[in-house]
């Protein structure tokens, strides 16, 4: 079957600094995945500007300071109304400082969670593999975290 939809999306994995290392937040959408939050492109949005407003739409942050030089794409396909989509979602590394986080209707849940337990946590292995590479990066950048 051929595609007949091309979605384009973003999304933030967004953490906070703690002692021994950064805490991640998940989300539980109201199909009970955790995930990470994002969201579809709107007109004249690039994906940089479409994560900042998922992720503040998502969980109600607005401290969030984005990091440059980081960004992971993940493509899948999926099937809408028995169409095949194919759809790509951009990643970029989110910092806040806010301990509070207020949920959209599109979740039913939420967790700030250490690198292992948010990896456990995960539902689909692209998110698992993308906050690998986060963590990775993060590590790479604050030498003083452990994984």
Do not use: C
Request: glycine share 6%; charged share 25%; net charge neutral.
């Amino acid at each position: 079957m051929s595609v007949n939809e091309i979605e384009h999306s973003a999304g933030g994995v967004v953490f906070k600094e703690n002692k021994s290392g950064p805490l991640y937040l998940v989300l539980m959408s109201k199909r009970r995945i955790w995930e990470f939050p994002k969201g579809h492109l709107e007109p004249g949005e690039d994906t940089r500007m479409a994560a900042i407003r998922e992720v503040k739409e998502e969980t109600g942050l607005n401290d969030l300071e984005i990091f440059d030089g980081f960004s992971f794409t993940i493509n899948y396909e999926f099937f809408k109304n028995g169409s095949k989509v194919k759809k790509d979602v951009v990643y970029y590394i989110m910092k806040t400082n806010s301990q509070s986080v207020t949920i959209s209707e599109e979740h039913i849940g939420y967790m700030w969670l250490s690198y292992a337990k948010a990896l456990d946590t995960l539902t689909h292995k692209n998110s698992k593999n993308l906050l690998m590479e986060v963590n990775s990066w993060l590590m790479a950048l604050n030498g003083s975290w452990r994984a």
